[in-house]
T-cell receptor, first 115, second 115 residues
Framework: DAGVIQSPRHEVTEMGQEVTLRCKPI?????LFWYRQTMMRGLELLIY????????DSGMPEDRFSAKMPNASFSTLKIQPSEPRDSAVYFC?????????????FGAGSRLTVL | AQSVAQPEDQVNVAEGNPLTVKCTYS??????LFWYVQYPNRGLQFLLK??????LVKGSYGFEAEFNKSQTSFHLKKPSALVSDSALYFC?????????????FGTGTRLTVIP
């Protein structure tokens, strides 16, 4: 398996523009997570899905952020409109089966810079 | 509520010396505990985990961690550090008592191994 695949790897955009980040989880994994990493706040959980259904979006910072998972092999995280404080590395991660001791597999991340 | 503390932002150690990266946690029930490592421009990679049983857990690349319930700690250790161990290390916890699905991460500790 190619692992968790994220695109784009790098995105530079101007304030006010729409940004869409994409994630393909490992085939068969039924949990998908979106995390954001910044120097100031470390790793923050934004939202996670189980069987394509959003379970907990309490970490989504505000209404400018939205996430979807239309099918088991694809998820998007959208920011509209983007702001400089959204600059961060966004990670997607997945695992299969019951939570607990299951190990998350992370993608390589999408580095977003909002000017 | 779950939380993880990594009290040291930075740890420096000479090559060949033993290393310790500290982690303490707080959960309402019993924990599942994890260590992940992040190399530059990469996603997090799983190192080891504690589920139950033996308090000393052995993981990848010669790393081990000791679960101490009374001190609520899960320190990462390695008997002899390598320059290639230089990376960002994250401790994480999941509270098995609540059935929570998400993993809470510490803020990370940057390990630098000096040749």
């Amino acid at each position: 398996d190619a692992g968790v695949i994220q695109s784009p790897r790098h995105e530079v955009t101007e304030m006010g523009q729409e940004v869409t980040l994409r994630c393909k989880p490992i085939s068969g994994h039924d949990y998908l997570f979106w995390y954001r990493q910044t120097m100031m706040r470390g790793l923050e959980l934004l939202i996670y899905f189980n069987n394509n259904v959003p379970i907990d979006d309490s970490g989504m910072p505000e209404d400018r952020f939205s996430a979807k998972m239309p099918n088991a092999s694809f998820s998007t995280l959208k920011i509209q409109p983007s702001e400089p404080r959204d600059s961060a590395v966004y990670f997607c991660a997945s695992f299969q089966g019951d939570p607990g001791a299951n190990v998350l597999t992370f993608g390589a991340g999408s580095r977003l810079t909002v000017l | 509520a779950q939380s993880v503390a990594q009290p040291e932002d930075q740890v420096n150690v000479a090559e060949g010396n033993p290393l310790t990266v500290k982690c303490t946690y707080s959960v309402s029930g019993n924990p599942y505990l994890f260590w992940y490592v992040q190399y530059p421009n990469r996603g997090l990679q799983f190192l080891l985990k504690y589920i139950t049983g033996d308090n000393l857990v052995k993981g990848s690349y010669g790393f081990e961690a000791e679960f101490n319930k009374s001190q609520t700690s899960f320190h990462l250790k390695k008997p002899s550090a390598l320059v290639s161990d230089s990376a960002l290390y994250f401790c994480a916890v999941r509270d098995r008592g609540t059935g929570a699905n998400n993993l809470f991460f510490g803020t990370g500790t940057r390990l630098t191994v000096i040749p």
